[in-house]
């Protein structure tokens, strides 16, 4: 009966899924419409927290975001369910593709007129969310110096991993030397649960033990269990999204099979093509849901070769691995973030650190905007609409009660006419 006066929230996460593009600052962006403005599950405050907690943990930040909106609203059981409605859509379109992709002609599945102004669409989300939280966090000198900075060093090291914790951990430390706007007061904590990192350990130690002795001995299913090992430790230490994680899987079943050390002791490790494994990673940027899923596509390649049952449970284990480390982290960490939060030197932290997110929502607006063409003057129609998508986005977003999806509905449907 619990279950049932939460199934609206869970319809909202699967048509929040379905519309999710513009990956982690734009997921971010969407799930303050969704279920800040409109659903009111969690408050702005709330839903800056959870983002900024989650970009100093690795694994995927937006469904770790998601999966503690659904602890917020229900505990642990709609967390879990929450997680599962998030990925799986993403996660089925990826796990087929592994099984459509000798029967597709690779040149139609060019996506790039249909959703060439989703990122301007992205764009118009994130800089709404900037606006938002830049009236919540920066209200004084120190946010002010950690905007400036934080955008700058963000923008200038995008893609390196180590960005987003780096700028949130250095603000936090920054606002901690004011020590007269948030004293020190009593306190009390409650205990911490250690089952979770405890598993987490266990299955860590458990899938290197298990895959190292599959290789040794050459077990039947050897292929499953260094599948897993390898998705379980990805999860579990990629920081900076899907377009980190990519790289490490194809230099783990692309490049590393192909070299001589490999070849030479004919080690039967797992691999897969790599115009395949690029199809699917362009395919990836196309779909909603979380970039994460590319595991459930590669998991379904590198086992092709064994048969259709053992391609499916590719699929499978590959998904449940890569998401797995990370759900385990949260739901221990976070308990432990709220009993931490009632000392004053974290306290004081997160005013730095609801700034730093401020900087990384600004510095990813201004890093998607350097793709997109919006010099209007040469009359450039593609270019009109670029501005006019951002534009248009941010108003419908800011002044009226448009659902998020419709927006992105708007949008497919001008890469459709345009």
């Not at 490790?269 to 494994?277: I, S, T, Y």
């Not at 997109?372 to 003057?377: A, C, G």
Request: charged share 15%; aromatic share 14%.
């Amino acid at each position: 009966m619990k279950l049932i006066r939460h199934l609206s929230f869970l319809k909202a996460v699967l048509w929040y899924t379905l519309t999710a593009f513009g990956g982690a600052q734009g997921h971010f962006a969407m799930m303050l419409k969704t279920f800040v403005q409109q659903r009111k599950d969690v408050t702005e405050t709330e839903l800056l927290e959870y983002n900024a907690f989650c970009q100093m943990l690795p694994g995927a930040s937006s469904s770790q975001t998601i999966t503690l909106i659904g602890y917020k609203r229900g505990g642990l059981l709609l967390a879990i369910l929450a997680l599962i409605t998030w990925i799986l859509p993403a996660s089925i379109i990826m796990g087929s593709l592994s099984f459509l992709l000798d029967y597709l002609d690779k040149s139609a599945i060019n996506t790039k007129e249909l959703f060439k102004y989703i990122k301007p669409m992205a764009v118009g989300f994130i800089a709404f969310s900037a606006v938002k939280f830049f009236k919540i966090s920066i209200k004084n000198q120190i946010t002010r110096v950690i905007l400036v900075v934080g955008t700058l060093l963000t923008f200038a090291f995008f893609k390196t991993p180590w960005i987003f914790p780096a700028v949130i951990v250095a603000a936090g430390i920054a606002t901690n030397f004011s020590h007269k706007r948030i004293p020190q007061c009593e306190t009390t904590t409650s205990k911490i649960r250690w089952g979770n990192i405890l598993i987490f350990f266990a299955i860590f130690i458990l899938a290197g033990f298990l895959s190292e002795s599959a290789r040794k001995h050459n077990w039947e299913n050897r292929g499953k269990f260094n599948l897993f090992e390898n998705c379980y430790r990805f999860g579990s230490l990629t920081f900076g999204g899907g377009d980190v994680l990519a790289p490490l899987m194809y230099e783990q079943y692309v490049v590393r099979p192909n070299t001589k050390e490999v070849k030479a002791k004919n080690m039967g490790v797992l691999k897969m093509d790599n115009d395949a494994f690029l199809t699917g990673y362009g395919m990836l940027k196309a779909i909603p849901g979380p970039t994460f899923t590319i595991s459930s596509f590669v998991g379904g390649m590198v086992l092709k070769d064994k048969g259709a049952g053992a391609q499916f449970w590719g699929c499978v284990i590959a998904t449940i691995a890569i998401f797995l480390p990370s759900t385990l982290l949260i739901l221990f960490f976070f308990p432990v973030w709220n009993n931490l939060k009632k000392y004053a030197i974290i306290y004081r932290s997160l005013e730095g650190i609801n700034a730093a997110v401020v900087a990384i929502i600004v510095a990813s607006s201004l890093y998607l905007m350097k793709d997109i063409s919006v010099n209007v003057i040469d009359g450039n129609i593609e270019h009109i609409i670029n501005i006019t998508t951002i534009a248009g986005t941010f108003f419908l977003l800011k002044y009226t009660k448009i659902h998020a999806p419709y927006i992105v509905l708007i949008c497919l449907l001008l890469g459709i006419i345009f």
